[in-house]
């Protein structure tokens, strides 16, 4: 919906040129460039074809041009206003989902494998796995259960995201994310790329049948394993496990909206897991990215930063005129930013509001099943 009128690739041409049109100062400087710098170019290029690293020419020079006054939040805020981003693209990791009390379950010790113990698992990673959960999907369900999405409210940063789209400046929020917040959160499932798959729908492994969230739910919290209602196969939620490949949906949506976004803002990922992690260079070499998280991730490394090749984020080195890292928990910094672009207070209302609409939501639905103890069996008897 935000990207209504900017579809196509002539308006991508277009804002790509404006892009190193703005820059008129430092594209002055780059013509003015010293001896040194032609010699570190010249050093540069020479390892970029002897490496294999050579990129097409045009993109380089680009490179040059300053997307941001200055690399700070105050110079992304800038960019923002003055720019009139419309093309903004989230990417959000666990971190913008621990302030809800969802573990990271890939933290060390976060608890989350402590009463998995009794099945003896060969890694804690083995839950994930495609092989393992066909032989045994029970420790997937019992851990499903525990982690399972309805339990929890979206965090503030999860309302930020939402405000955002509203504010039609989101093209899209890529998750890694299979809680369902986002769509709690009240973010439309077109704006939503589940990267690692979700919860929402599931589908039997062996005739593909589709089963709904509360289909899935009744038999997850019943703690049985959910077996298909037409060929007794095994039902798993839509989530990617290892050795699965991820939804067509996301490859669709990133080779689509990546060439064309003009702010990407990285929210509490460490940024370690592929493919999801390499989308950070697939926006245009001006496109400004601003990490949100506990420490620094994505970092290119040093090296390679000197040389101005190689992928990944690039905070310190001199010619840095785009990457900014904020340091500290999502939700601190989301409502930074919402102060900064003067939605703070309605931002901290959406967030009262929802959540009071969602404890009321939830407050019924316990009532209900503690007044109407058959309801269960009597949904279970529909489904015969
Ligand atoms: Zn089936």
Redesign the pocket.
Known sequence: MASSGRDGDESQKGEAESCVGNGSSSKDGYQQSNEDEGAVELIRRYFAEKLGFSEDKKEVFQEKVKALTEASVDGVIKYIQERNCKNIITMAGAGISTAAGIPDFRSPGCGLYSNLQKYKLPDPQAIFEIGFFRQNPQPFFTLAKELYPGSFKPTLCHYFIRLLNEKGLLLRHYTQNIDTLERVAGLPAEKIVEAHGTFHTSH?L????EYTVDWMKERIFSDSVPT?E????V?KPDIVFFGEDLPTRFFVCAEKDFPKCDLLIILGSSLTVQPFASLIDRVPKVCPRLLINRERAGHRDWVMAALQMGRGLDFDSRDNFRDVAWLGSCDEGCQMLADKLGWGDELRKLVVDEHVRISKQQNETSKRQTEYPSEKKRAESEHQ
């Open positions: 039997c062996e005739c593909k049948h298909c037409k060929c007794d196969g039902v």
